[in-house]
């Protein structure tokens, strides 16, 4: 061998030992950072898996052998789905297959199996395990048993539950304030009436209660001095605002809870919401007011007179048409105002009303000055005050006697005019299917003459006919792509629409067909991406560290940078510098498990309240050991982290939560009693005692069967509610001490203390005034509601007199416009606001000539002008009325659409009343189902094929799609009956379809 081809050899040589020294070190530093990752696994309290792509175990730490009762043996190979119970195995194989697909699963809580068969609360994430070439070869899954935490939270409950239970389910709002007027705590029915959705959020909120929620600042003031003056306050009715800036009426009970030295503390007591009393002081007034206004703003006469036929009311219209004073009228007798066979039919029509029939009759109304009017009366027989009555409108038909002369010519009839229509459009029997009629597009189209096309059917034109012929049995108004054949055979692509019609009594599909062939283009391209996979340190969800004994950080993981709020591990890591000073509320505790690791090594569960980086504090539970050199001096702490402070808290709350009620119980204006399941009381609070005028010791020596009428049926009903759902309300009847019995709300619930056992907490409040309030109340409305309904009833009569077509049309509408308005969750009120808007919605429509109402062929340009002025006409009528609701409103808008299209106003969309919208379609799905003098009915199908069609652009959405499933799931009839079937007016009839 020469000397430089040795050279050569030695050279190489040396390289290959450099190589192989450098080999060497990365094997070392890959064994060290494997052997860190196997010791902070297997000194997690977390259970940690890896799981093969095939779902085979194929590591297991010693946290998840404690947690499963499983060996390592006993685990590995073992499927992964076993560890779930058997309901739950098809979620855990939906998770193993999204993190197969790459998408990690942080914090799932789910319920996990032990080899015993004990199933346990658990909280999992899940992570995709990639080789080097960034290829998925299995996935992590990291497990919390949170048994513990729910144990905590569900002793918590249980220990709150004592006093909590009978504050959280008070009827009546309970609250304690300072007394400069900030809130110190407010029970959920307090929040509920105010409108806040937690305390928390009312607390942050209302810092001056003054200010924030009495209407009328001056009226806190006012509070304020009664309650210093007399250390308390009773029934202090006051008008607040609510969190919408609503208002409402409530009447507030409270007292001043003073120190030793007499200085206010506090204030605390109960309120509770009168809105609904005052609202019906003031629709007593409210009915009133709307019998007159309806009755003086009808266009015709009104009239109420008694069985010996003295008029006992009417309206200034007939003062004005008669030409006689009141004076006058007020000795007149209704015969007075006919002759001849006139007079006669009037007679016998009033007889007819008085033996209880409703009567309609036309004749001659002689005025003052002899010169006779035509009219047509209608007449209903009511009881007031327990005597017979005859109620009646006369309306003047002069106009409709000229028109019905003018009226005789014929009209002519307009064809559709679609011969223009770039669209195929084509006539087809909906029976056979047969062509009846094509314009000339659609012979353009498909290259037939006339005649030819008319001896086919549609199936005969489609290239799919199976498909076309389910489409026309299936009413489906649009095809987006069907292939059709023209005559020469070729094929192409058409996008249809049809609608379905009833043209002189048959049945007919009116389709349009459009050439969509160059529309018809694949363009779906599909592009998919490669997510950034995160490892088991990553995505663990308890916070892992590496820290130096002087108190740095080498290495945190994401979950303890989230712990102690950084943005990031990089800037935890580079902004502590000083653990003990900067993250420690106590630098001791830094101390102290330093000296522990020094003796021991390793410590589990060391407990300490740290810093966040916002200052905000946070407990936290440490597993830490030691990492030793190999001459035994200590390189560093590694450990485990646990977010404890939840735990923490609701120790701290489980200490507090008794005290916290017991001052609201002993002062609390409602009745308070603890007893047990058999009915024996346990305690008892002032308010009780008081009510009963019995002691508390009376109280537990008789017992709830000594205190409560037990023959009640409702009290048996209330226990059976009690057994099933844990919670009951009813009305009951107590008895006092003196023997007394009296009425009162009892809301009883179910609870188990804190050593297990089931007790119940009953709030009762005393109803006896509330009671004979009712009754007043509940009689005169129902004298002045007698009246009102009156009144409408006979508009309602004259209206079906003058257009027969259309009887009861206003009722069904009504019916189906309540059932929309509940069935989209409306309150109660909103559905009795668009049942009775409904009930009158076509009221304008007394102005309109009945000719034009009962008119058989389709109404002139002029005539649809004159319909079209009914909404605004019975606005008119309504508006003048204050009430409570927007009914004049929503008359007025019910024939508007989304679109503009409506009238009178051609409001659209955000413009338009939800009421109106719900009357809307209502009214639309009712007229179409019904038979018009101008056509037959189109039948419920094409009324919502209607609607169907146009949701959207005509009509609301969710209106829509309430409609639909109240005829094509629950089976709505109109005519059904129905036991709620209360409108606030009744039922009148209308003339629709324009």
């Known amino acids: 061998m020469k000397k430089s081809e040795l050279i050569n050899e030695i050279e190489r040589l040396r390289d ?59 685990a590995f190979g073992r499927h992964v789905s076993t560890l779930a119970p058997p309901d739950r195995r098809q979620e855990s194989q939906s998770l193993r297959e999204k993190v197969l697909s790459g998408q990690p699963v942080p914090n799932f809580h ?5 080899k015993n068969g004990t199933v346990f609360p658990a909280i999992v994430s899940l992570s995709p395990i990639l080789n080097r070439k960034r290829q998925i070869v299995g996935m992590s899954e990291i497990m919390q048993d949170t048994t513990v935490l729910k144990d905590m939270k569900a002793a918590l409950l249980r220990a709150e539950l ?3 239970s009978i504050f959280e389910n008070a009827v009546e709002g309970v609250f304690q304030t300072t007394g400069d007027g900030r809130p110190l705590m407010a029970n959920p029915a307090c929040l509920r009436m105010l409108g806040y959705s937690s305390e928390k959020e009312f607390m942050t909120e209302v810092s001056d209660i003054g200010a924030q929620l009495y209407a009328e600042p001056g009226d806190r003031e006012r509070f304020e001095r009664l309650v210093e003056e007399y250390g308390m306050v009773d029934n202090f009715e006051v008008r607040v605002t609510r969190k919408d800036k609503t208002h409402i009426w409530v009447s507030l009970s409270a007292r001043a809870v003073k120190d030793t030295r007499g200085r206010t503390v506090f204030y605390e007591g109960t309120v509770e919401d009168i809105t609904k009393r005052k609202l019906a002081e003031k629709n007593l007034i409210l009915e009133k007011r709307i019998s007159d206004s309806i009755i003086e703003s009808l266009p015709g006469i009104f009239y109420l007179f008694d069985a010996e036929l003295n008029y006992v009311r009417w309206n200034m219209n007939l003062e004005g048409v008669s030409g006689y004073s009141s004076e006058e009228l007020s000795r007149m007798k209704p015969f007075d105002f006919f002759r001849g066979e006139g007079r006669e039919r009037v007679e016998e029509r009033i007889r007819e009303c008085f033996e209880g029939n409703e009567v309609t009759v036309e004749a001659e109304l002689i005025l003052k000055d002899g010169s006779p009017v035509p009219y047509v009366f209608t007449g209903k027989r009511i009881v007031l005050d327990d005597k017979i009555h005859l109620l009646g409108v006369g309306l003047d038909i002069s106009e409709r006697k000229r028109t019905e002369l003018a009226m005789a010519e014929s009209e002519e009839k307009y064809r559709q005019l679609f011969e223009l229509e770039s669209d195929a459009i084509y006539l087809a029997d909906n029976e056979t299917g047969r062509i009846l009629d094509a314009n000339s597009s659609a012979l353009s189209l498909y290259g037939y003459s006339k005649e030819e096309l008319l001896q086919r059917r549609i199936v005969d034109l489609s290239a799919e006919p199976e498909e076309t012929a389910r489409s026309i049995e299936l009413k489906e108004p649009a095809v987006p792509l069907r292939y059709h054949r023209k005559q020469d055979g070729t094929m192409f692509a058409a996008e249809i629409r049809s609608t379905y019609a009833v043209l002189n009594g048959r049945g007919c599909i009116i389709a349009a ?13 599909l592009r998919r991406s490669e997510e950034a996979y995160r490892s088991i340190y990553d995505n663990a969800m308890v916070g892992i560290f590496q820290s130096l004994p002087e108190g740095r950080y080498l290495r945190v993981n994401p979950a303890l940078a989230r712990i102690l709020g950084f943005d990031s591990p990089e800037e935890m890591i580079n902004t502590v510098t000083s653990i003990g000073k900067q993250l420690y509320v106590n630098p001791q505790d ?51 982290v646990e977010d404890i402070t939840e735990r923490k808290k609701a120790e701290t709350a489980l200490r507090e939560s008794e005290e916290r009620y017991r001052s609201l119980f002993e002062h609390s204006r409602d009745a308070i009693f603890l007893t047990m399941p058999d009915g024996s009381i346990l305690d008892a609070n002032r308010a009780a005692c008081e009510m009963l005028g019995r002691s508390v010791d009376d109280l537990r020596s008789i017992g709830h069967d000594g205190v409560v009428d037990t023959s009640a049926p409702r009290l048996h009903a209330g226990l059976e509610d009690r057994a099933m759902t844990g919670r009951a309300s009813s009305e009951l009847t107590m008895i006092r001490a003196s023997g007394e019995r009296f009425p009162v709300d009892l809301t009883s619930t179910v609870f188990t203390d804190s050593d297990g056992q089931q007790k119940a907490s009953l709030i009762v409040r005393d109803i006896s005034a509330r009671k004979a309030m009712e009754e007043e109340r509940k009689a005169t409305t129902e004298k002045l509601r007698r009246s009102l309904a009156a009144t409408i ?10 257009d027969p077509y259309t009887a009861g049309h206003q009722r069904r509408v009504s019916k189906l416009a309540r059932f929309i308005a509940r069935g989209m969750g409306l309150p109660g009120d909103a559905v009795d606001a ?11 429509k007394i102005s309109v000539p009945a000719e034009m109402l009962a008119k058989p062929t389709s109404l002139s340009d002029v005539e649809m002008e004159f319909i079209r002025m009914h909404p605004r006409t019975g606005y008119d009528i309504l508006k003048v009325a204050d009430l409570p609701y927007p009914i004049a409103e929503a008359v007025l808008q019910h024939h508007e659409r989304l679109d503009g299209s409506g009238y009178p106003q051609g409001l659209r969309n955000g413009e338009i009343l939800l009421e109106a919208q719900i009357m809307a379609v209502a009214d639309v799905v009712e007229a179409m189902a019904s038979h018009r003098p101008y056509r037959s009915a189109f039948g419920i199908g094409s009324a919502l094929d209607e609607i169907e069609r146009n949701k959207g652009s005509l009509y609301h959405p969710d209106v829509v799609a309430t409609c639909l499933a109240l005829f094509r799931e629950k089976g709505f009839l109109f005519d059904a009956e129905e036991e709620d079937e209360h409108p606030l007016l009744p039922p009148a009839r209308d003339h629709i379809g324009v």
């Open 162 to 164: 004592k006093y909590r």
């Open 16 to 74: 290959e030992v450099t190589n192989l020294r450098q080999s060497s070190l990365k094997r070392d530093n890959l064994y060290q950072r494997n052997s860190l990752l196997a010791s902070m696994v297997e000194s997690s309290e977390s259970a940690i898996l890896g799981v093969s792509v095939s779902g085979l175990i194929v590591s297991w730490n010693k946290a998840a052998a404690r947690m499963f009762g499983y060996s390592s043996d006993e």
């Open 513 to 525: 067909a459009r050439d969509i062939t160059e529309r018809v283009k694949a363009q779906a391209e």
């Open 793 to 802: 009833e006979v508009i309602s009569i004259m209206l079906e007199t003058r």
């Open 110 to 114: 789910t319920v996990r199996l032990r």
């Open 590 to 640: 830094r101390e102290s498990y330093k000296k522990l690791l020094e003796t021991t090594d390793r410590i589990t569960g060391f407990e300490a309240q740290l810093y966040r980086k916002n200052g905000s504090r946070v407990w936290i539970s440490m597993n830490v050991q030691v990492v030793r050199r190999e001459n035994g001096t200590v390189a560093c702490y590694e450990g485990i």
């Open 834 to 844: 668009v049942g009775m808007a409904a009930n009158i919605h076509d009221i304008g």
